[in-house]
């Protein structure tokens, strides 16, 4: 290791301890002879003090270096209680400079940085505190996420990102196949067939932290690419799935926020919603006279008008099961037809929706049948889901998107503040320069061929 501590564990316990920290060069003070610097990794900041050591002229802002030194009590009144390591300072016997910037593309206290620049150059944008903080804070609420559901029994199980195109609602991102020319896989906007065939294979209780990708005009709220987590579960009905996410945000908001939210939330009909809020996604913190206010809309209509195409489509999607006693209501009054669908939302913010779903395959063809699918494209896009529903448990799931349910907790005014590596509004990654063209040889084993086309500047 090249570090026998890190910044933010030094205390008086260590007073006259040698030893060798690593990070960033977060300040430098000089006074006279003596320079003092604040010295940062991802777990605080230490005060070192060099004297008369070579290379202290040449340290900047955010300088990569290693400092080697004795641990020393600050002196009385020259303590720092903002800081962990307040109380001590290392008095430097030897510095090392790995990296040294000429100059910063912007510095990492001002407040009013370009977002572009931002993305372009994440690495520094991703050493600032507000940033790291809510990166380790996903990483712990993915462990909470983790933690909780695998307490009660689910299991952790990948689905493929190579798949079939089966239109789930938003446009695809496609994949050419270069061992089978002119075909294409499709990135999954959803694990959604994959997490049913797993209720089937008798998986009764499935969670996955999946990415999706959905090739979608963007929002603050919406990435092409996402992560949620995906939860099925066999031999359920809407309750089991309303408890067992009430009890996962419970845990939640506990642990990261102090907070105890207030469980079961309240129940509110789609069309309640619509009649008091104008919407189906109800902020309620007035009613309920909270700062955090989750409520679940049920009740939902199965189906919807789409003038654009001129046919019936899926409130949520066509695998939701029709309320029991509206299953005779579909040969001629489907619009009439109420889901067993549930969305959770919270302050007016959708995080995520579920269903029980059909596992009936005539039921299921049904559907497809109102949905303007004919037999041959039922067969073609969903043939082996028809197939796999013959053999099918009763099931029902949710997902709840991670980047919304981070921004909420946060408070940021965009889910690009809570991703790594996020893409821009126009789908960019400015980091790396992606999407970008390719090698014309690429092209050619991919059997794809450009004719003409307008770059979107």
Not at 157 to 178: A, N
Not at 200 to 207: I, L
Not at 400 to 428: H, Y
């Amino acid at each position: 290791m090249l570090r026998t501590h890190t910044c933010g564990e030094l205390t008086k316990k260590q007073a006259g301890k040698k030893v060798t920290l690593a990070g960033f060069v977060d300040s430098i003070r000089s006074h006279g002879a003596l320079t003092f610097i604040d010295l940062r990794d991802r777990y605080g900041k230490t005060q070192a003090v060099l004297k008369d050591i070579k290379g202290a002229d040449k340290l900047r802002n955010e300088s990569v270096v290693i400092i080697k030194g004795t641990v020393k009590p600050r002196i009385k009144g020259k303590e720092n209680p903002d800081l962990k390591t307040g109380d001590i300072e290392v008095k430097a016997s030897e510095l090392k400079i790995l990296t040294n910037p000429q100059t910063l593309p912007f510095q990492l206290t001002d407040t009013n940085i370009n977002e572009d620049v931002r993305l372009k150059y994440r690495y520094l944008d991703l050493r600032r505190k507000e940033m790291k903080d809510k990166i380790i804070l996903r990483h712990k609420i993915k462990s909470i996420v983790r933690k909780y559901l695998e307490d009660k029994g689910f299991i952790d199980i990948e689905t493929p990102t190579l798949t079939k195109r089966t239109p789930e609602g938003s446009r695809d991102f496609i994949v050419p196949s270069r061992l089978h020319a002119g075909k294409f896989y499709a990135l999954p906007q959803s694990p959604q067939l994959f997490k049913q065939t797993l209720m089937v294979a008798g998986f009764d209780k499935y969670y996955q932290l999946a990415r999706c990708w959905r090739d979608e005009d963007l929002r603050k709220d919406r990435q092409p690419d996402f992560m949620q987590i995906d939860i099925e579960q066999s031999f359920v009905d809407e309750k089991d799935i309303q408890n067992l996410i009430e009890g996962l945000l419970k845990k939640i908001w506990k642990e990261v926020l102090g907070v105890n939210i207030k469980t079961p939330f309240p129940r509110i009909t789609y069309e309640e919603s619509m009649k008091k809020y104008d919407n189906d996604k109800p902020d309620m913190r007035k009613d309920l006279k909270t700062d955090w206010a989750f409520c679940w809309v049920v009740d939902w209509p199965l189906f919807e008008w789409c003038e654009e195409e001129n046919r019936l489509t899926s409130a949520h999607h066509p695998f939701t099961m029709p309320q029991e006693k509206d299953i005779k209501l579909l040969d001629k009054e489907p619009m009439k037809v109420m889901a067993r669908s549930y969305d959770i939302v919270l302050n007016g913010w959708e995080l995520g929706g579920g269903s029980i779903r059909i596992t009936d395959t005539k039921l299921q063809e049904k559907i497809f049948t109102i949905l303007k699918l004919d037999k041959k494209t039922q067969k073609q896009r969903f043939g082996f889901l028809l197939e796999a529903l013959k053999h099918a448990p009763p099931h029902g799931g949710i997902a709840l998107g991670v980047d919304r349910l981070l921004a909420l907790i946060t408070n940021s005014e965009s889910i690009r503040d809570v991703i790594p590596f996020p893409k821009n509004q126009s789908a960019k990654d400015l980091l790396t320069g992606a999407p970008s063209e390719v090698e014309l040889l690429l092209l050619d084993e991919n059997h794809i061929e450009v004719t003409e086309f307008e770059e979107n500047k």
